[in-house]
């Protein structure tokens, strides 16, 4: 069973950084497509950052945004900088498995719960 696990989430103030990690088990972490969308409060899931395995290339939605995987530890890390309270909102991992290229949101099969992040003063 494919799984993936968020966790790093919590209550930071603006201008600081955060680093969130997912989890993933139940495959061989060696060919996707791996993304972290955000949902802030009464608005859809958007995507901030992609990463193909195969390519290396990223898909990001803004420069304070960086992935990176450790496919040794199955997991990617979604490292956040300059934070604004604009960030606030969930943060998930979601998967393709065995794709070359990111997909849209719609096409992501494996998902996580999801990591709380709320950038306040």
């Known amino acids: 069973e494919v799984q993936l696990v968020e966790s790093g989430g919590g209550l930071v103030q603006p201008g600081g950084s955060l680093r969130l990690s997912c989890a993933a088990s139940?495959?061989?972490?060696?060919?996707?497509?791996i993304a972290w969308f955000r949902q802030a409060p009464g608005k859809e899931r958007e995507e901030v950052i992609c990463?193909?395995?195969?390519?290396g290339r990223t898909r990001y939605k803004e420069g304070r945004f960086t992935i990176t995987a450790d496919n040794a530890e199955s997991k990617a890390y979604l490292q956040i900088s300059s934070l604004k309270p604009e960030d606030t909102g969930v943060y998930f991992c979601?998967?393709?498995?065995?794709?070359?290229?990111?997909?849209?949101?719609?096409?992501?099969?494996?998902w996580g719960q999801g990591t709380q992040v709320t950038v306040s003063s």
């Open positions: 979601a998967i393709l498995i065995g794709r070359e290229y990111c997909g849209d949101v719609k096409e992501y099969e494996y």
């Open positions: 139940g495959f061989t972490f060696d060919d996707y497509a």
């Open positions: 990463l193909s395995s195969s390519t």
